[in-house]
């Protein structure tokens, strides 16, 4: 790809140490004449723009420099915090009559936004006289790095232009909000690498340090999460704070810019298939305008772009997706990237930094621009956007969701929370009712499909989301020709399915007693029973029990659990319940159980009698106790990042108990005894066998044997299967070959082979296939597996729980000589839950383990075959997790 610089006399030309063209002259915009009162990037950070990659700290400063000039026409706003403390803001622009009404605007779109209160003729009076917003985001990716350049570039130009007809335009007709950096820790990371590598003069070779990110890169925040999957499951604060200020502005058109690899040019949307059914079609159409104007300009200056490839908006929890549902055009936009100020393109070609900062500048005024000449048009889309999905509610199949009271309630009410902020309308029921035939209690949850929100609403509530059926044929046919598939991201997403929540549809509305509810996640719990003379019990099963569980321990408490069901007066109580004696704990057990109940949202009953008239009593040998154990994590290489950084949040944020990151290199010898668990997460590369050595298994098999728990994540479990380590006793299946191919086994070593005949033609498909290749991968499905429900690992667990399928694991059962498997996929026929499998993929992984637990010496060893804490959005899951990190340790037989 050969960008071509714009030549020409302007205010806004550069001088650079590297030649760009004739005159050594660079423009980002041509013809423009600037306001000296508004202060450049020269001025306040001192160097051009692109000419450095820019820190977060000076982000933040140029856009405050900005607002003391312009205090007018910009105002900054914090809308969150990063796990490491850095402020994440966002600027908001147009001229000085829209800026001082900013206020009114926001009310009239959340008028435009409510159908139902604000009818078409005070929708018209609204539409007359309001700016549209749009919204421009850059920078999720923290090693992407040339959009937050460019947001800086891109609120100089409108607030410093001069005499310029398209700017009057844009900040007459819209209101322009930039965040400017979605991701700070991960940018600042990404920065820290570079400039530690960097040397007298950039190097373009990929193979420099420069452009050789350690791990675990610059992409993701400080958990290293992949914030462009988090929008609807909402875990991290950058998240959490952006979609609360978006649905505060309801941006008419939002754009979420990215890089690609270095080798691309530019993509801009239309995006591309498959699309997701329950967007709207003057959505898709509205694309096109976007397109066609940034295709515009791209043709004027020479840069070379591509549509509809690759980078499509199917799964709900992109930033290029998420906006469309409460109405939004959303798009994503992608420059091919530098990852630092200069890279070596495939074709010989150096691309330079300041080009990509300057294409998404030009992309981020052609946007506002096309919002400017489409003010009134997509005011009204999103006004009838609004009313449609009520309309298209009101006659749908299915008018009502409804989440009954369930023996995990807890999981209920975080969902009704996580939708609640996510401007649906979610409600309780103050007394029972009935709907479709049956019959539900006080408390339980309805969520109404007539709401504007109706389309977010069946996207995430619905068991499947179809992708159109000439697409799913193009991919087998690409599959039978071993090209890779074009799906881009997880097929399966349902809400109730990852949170195992027990949710029922209904075709008509139910009457009854309802209230709005509110965006909390946790319910405070509460202690049953007062203060009690023996114990305190807590039923096992939920989020809260678990984080009741361990804050308990970090406070020094002494917690028991019985390992199957009982009854203590009258009451029965499962398998895994918390016991917490008075003898046996301080003083201030009762303050202790109550502030705790109350913060971690456990429901607590305190009894004052211990006798057990059914199941193990509370001394029994199934009673066992529980050690705080020390958690240790494989960290860095060859450790996938975001399976690191995703199971540390899960245990930390989540349950609040501490994790130690070990890097792998340090495993190989390091002397283990302090810690009771070890993690081996997703791995990457040649894997934990080659980065540890025979040294290093051994070590590990050692622990293992004198008492530790080892638990392995998704294909980690390859690593304890492998028979070079054996530390589980299962192996790895290679594909099922439907069709028997004969061959010699030195075939591949012999210069010439024995002819045969091929008479039909499944023998040559057959042929060019390879002899011991493993299961195609899964993009990512929602399957069944079934919990063996007497087995100490699924205490409190579901029955049948939903797991993410992706890639192409699949183990053998372990012999019950062995271990166990605590739980296994179900039959083929009952095994998909949602999204979309190749069928061999289906037949092979049905009744194959999920969870393999097995005892080595006085130690565990417990696998995980898929990842359980993938995104943090596998909720129905975390239980078995906890299980296997504190059950596991207190069924472990350590010298003590």
């Known amino acids: 790809m050969h960008l071509r610089s714009l030549c020409l006399t302007s205010l806004l030309a550069i001088t650079f140490s590297l030649p760009l063209c004739a005159q050594d002259d660079f423009l980002f915009w041509p013809d423009t004449n600037y306001d000296p009162a508004i202060p450049t990037v020269l001025q306040v950070l001192g160097y051009q723009p692109g000419d450095r990659i820019t820190w977060h700290r000076d982000v933040i400063r140029y856009f405050q420099a900005l607002a003391e000039a312009a205090p007018d026409r910009v105002e900054l706003i914090e809308y969150a915090?990063?796990?490491?403390?850095?402020?994440?803001?966002?600027?908001?622009?147009?001229?000085?009559?829209?800026?001082?009404?900013?206020?009114?605007?926001?009310?009239?779109?959340?008028?435009?936004?409510?159908?139902?209160?604000?009818?078409?003729?005070?929708?018209?009076?609204?539409?007359?006289?309001?700016?549209?917003?749009?919204?421009?985001?850059?920078?999720?990716?923290?090693?992407?790095?040339?959009?937050?350049?460019?947001?800086?570039?891109?609120?100089?130009?409108?607030?410093?232009?001069?005499?310029?007809?398209?700017?009057?335009?844009?900040?007459?007709?819209?209101?322009?909000?930039?965040?400017?950096?979605?991701?700070?820790?991960?940018?600042?990371?990404?920065?820290?690498?570079?400039?530690?590598?960097?040397?007298?003069?950039?190097?373009?070779?990929?193979?420099?340090?420069?452009?050789?990110?350690?791990?675990?890169?610059?992409?993701?925040?400080?958990?290293?999460?992949?914030?462009?999957?988090?929008?609807?499951?909402?875990?991290?604060?950058?998240?959490?704070?952006?979609?609360?200020?978006?649905?505060?502005?309801?941006?008419?058109?939002?754009?979420?810019?990215?890089?690609?690899?270095?080798?691309?040019?530019?993509?801009?949307?239309?995006?591309?298939?498959?699309?997701?059914?329950?967007?709207?079609?003057?959505?898709?159409?509205?694309?096109?305008?976007?397109?066609?104007?940034?295709?515009?300009?791209?043709?004027?200056?020479?840069?070379?772009?591509?549509?509809?490839?690759?980078?499509?908006?199917f799964y709900p929890g992109y930033g290029a997706s998420w906006p469309s549902y409460f109405g939004s055009i959303a798009m994503t936009y992608e420059q091919a990237s530098a990852r630092g100020l200069v890279v070596r393109q495939y074709d010989g070609n150096d691309l330079h930094y300041r080009y990509t900062v300057r294409n998404h500048f030009v992309t981020s005024l052609s946007t506002a621009e096309t919002v400017a000449a489409n003010r009134e048009k997509f005011l009204r889309d999103f006004y009838e956007y609004r009313v449609s999905a009520i309309e298209e509610g009101e006659k749908e199949d299915i008018r009502a969701y409804i989440l009954p009271l369930q023996q995990d309630q807890a999981a209920a009410n975080k969902m009704a929370g996580l939708l609640s902020r996510q401007d649906v309308e979610v409600q309780r029921a103050l007394s029972s009712f009935n709907a479709c035939g049956e019959s539900y209690a006080a408390g339980s949850y309805l969520i109404r499909s007539d709401q504007p929100a109706k389309r977010f609403i069946r996207t995430l509530m619905d068991v499947e989301v179809n992708m159109e059926e000439d697409f799913l044929g193009e991919q087998e046919r690409r599959r039978a020709r071993n090209l890779p598939d074009e799906i881009y991201d997880v097929t399966a997403w349902s809400l109730p399915l990852m949170m195992n929540v027990d949710t029922h549809t209904c075709g008509r509305i139910p009457n009854g007693d309802f209230e709005l509810v509110g965006s909390e996640l946790v319910q405070p719990g509460t202690v049953a029973g007062g203060r009690a003379a023996v114990s305190y019990l807590v039923p096992w099963g939920s989020a809260p029990a678990v984080r009741f569980l361990a804050r308990a321990l970090r406070e020094g408490l002494t917690v028991k659990s019985n390992d199957k069901t009982f009854t203590n007066l009258g009451n029965q109580y499962a398998a895994g319940t918390l016991i917490l004696d008075i003898a046996d704990n301080p003083a201030s057990i009762h303050e202790i159980?109550?502030?705790?109940?109350?913060?971690?949202?456990?429901?607590?009953?305190?009894?004052?009698?211990?006798?057990?008239?059914?199941?193990?009593?509370?001394?029994?040998?199934?009673?066992?106790?529980?050690?705080?154990?020390?958690?240790?994590?494989?960290?860095?290489?060859?450790?996938?990042?975001?399976?690191?950084?995703?199971?540390?949040?899960?245990?930390?944020?989540?349950?609040?108990?501490?994790?130690?990151?070990?890097?792998?290199?340090?495993?190989?010898?390091?002397?283990?005894?302090?810690?009771?668990?070890?993690?081996?997460?997703?791995?990457?590369?040649?894997?934990?066998?080659?980065?540890?050595?025979?040294?290093?298994?051994?070590?590990?098999?050692?622990?293992?044997?004198?008492?530790?728990?080892?638990?392995?994540?998704?294909?980690?479990?390859?690593?304890?299967?492998?028979?070079d380590v054996d530390l589980l006793s299962v192996r790895r299946e290679r594909a099922v070959l439907e069709t028997e191919v004969e061959a010699t086994e030195n075939e591949e070593e012999e210069a010439a082979v024995d002819g045969q005949y091929l008479t039909e033609l499944e023998q040559y498909e057959a042929q060019i296939h390879a002899l011991e290749n493993y299961p195609d991968p899964v993009a990512g499905v929602l399957v069944r597996a079934?919990?063996?429900?007497?087995?100490?690992?699924?205490?409190?667990?579901?029955?049948?729980?939903?797991?993410?399928?992706?890639?192409?694991?699949?183990?053998?059962?372990?012999?019950?000589?062995?271990?166990?498997?605590?739980?296994?996929?179900?039959?083929?026929?009952?095994?998909?839950?949602?999204?979309?499998?190749?069928?061999?993929?289906?037949?092979?992984?049905?009744?194959?383990?999920?969870?393999?637990?097995?005892?080595?010496?006085?130690?565990?060893v417990i696998a995980f075959t898929q990842d359980p804490t993938v995104r943090a959005y596998l909720d129905g899951l975390n239980v078995l997790l906890m299980n296997a990190i504190f059950r596991g340790s207190a069924h472990a037989r350590p010298a003590r």
């Open 81 to 313: 915090r990063t796990w490491q403390n850095r402020e994440l803001i966002y600027a908001v622009i147009s001229n000085a009559q829209n800026s001082a009404n900013l206020e009114q605007a926001k009310a009239n779109m959340q008028a435009l936004a409510d159908p139902r209160v604000t009818d078409e003729d005070a929708a018209n009076a609204i539409i007359a006289q309001q700016p549209a917003v749009t919204w421009l985001s850059y920078g999720v990716h923290g090693n992407e790095i040339s959009s937050t350049d460019a947001a800086m570039l891109t609120a100089y130009h409108l607030l410093a232009s001069q005499g310029d007809d398209q700017v009057d335009s844009i900040l007459q007709n819209t209101i322009v909000v930039i965040d400017p950096m979605q991701n700070p820790d991960g940018r600042d990371r990404f920065i820290h690498n570079y400039v530690t590598a960097e040397g007298l003069v950039p190097d373009s070779d990929r193979l420099s340090a420069e452009h050789d990110e350690p791990w675990p890169g610059g992409r993701t925040n400080h958990y290293l999460f992949d914030m462009n999957r988090d929008w609807f499951i909402q875990t991290q604060p950058e998240t959490q704070g952006r979609t609360e200020a978006m649905l505060q502005w309801y941006p008419v058109a939002y754009v979420d810019a990215h890089e690609m690899g270095s080798d691309g040019t530019y993509f801009f949307a239309p995006e591309a298939i498959p699309y997701n059914p329950h967007l709207a079609e003057a959505q898709r159409a509205s694309l096109q305008l976007f397109g066609r104007n940034n295709a515009r300009y791209f043709d004027m200056f020479g840069f070379d772009y591509f549509t509809r490839e690759v980078y499509d908006a």
């Open 593 to 723: 159980v109550s502030t705790l109940a109350n913060e971690t949202g456990a429901n607590v009953v305190a009894v004052d009698d211990s006798w057990v008239t059914d199941g193990p009593s509370f001394g029994s040998a199934n009673v066992a106790r529980f050690n705080a154990p020390k958690i240790a994590m494989a960290w860095d290489e060859p450790t996938l990042a975001y399976s690191a950084g995703n199971t540390r949040f899960v245990i930390e944020r989540q349950f609040d108990f501490p994790v130690t990151p070990i890097r792998v290199d340090n495993l190989r010898s390091a002397n283990l005894n302090r810690y009771q668990v070890l993690i081996l997460p997703l791995m990457s590369g040649a894997g934990y066998k080659l980065a540890l050595g025979e040294p290093g298994i051994e070590n590990l098999k050692d622990w293992v044997s004198r008492g530790g728990v080892v638990i392995s994540l998704g294909n980690a479990t390859r690593f304890l299967a492998d028979p």
């Open 786 to 860: 079934d919990v063996d429900q007497e087995h100490w690992l699924s205490a409190g667990v579901a029955p049948v729980v939903n797991v993410l399928v992706r890639g192409s694991d699949v183990y053998t059962p372990i012999r019950l000589s062995d271990g166990f498997n605590v739980a296994r996929f179900q039959g083929p026929d009952d095994l998909l839950a949602s999204g979309y499998i190749w069928d061999e993929n289906r037949r092979q992984l049905a009744y194959k383990p999920f969870v393999i637990s097995q005892v080595r010496g006085a130690g565990q």
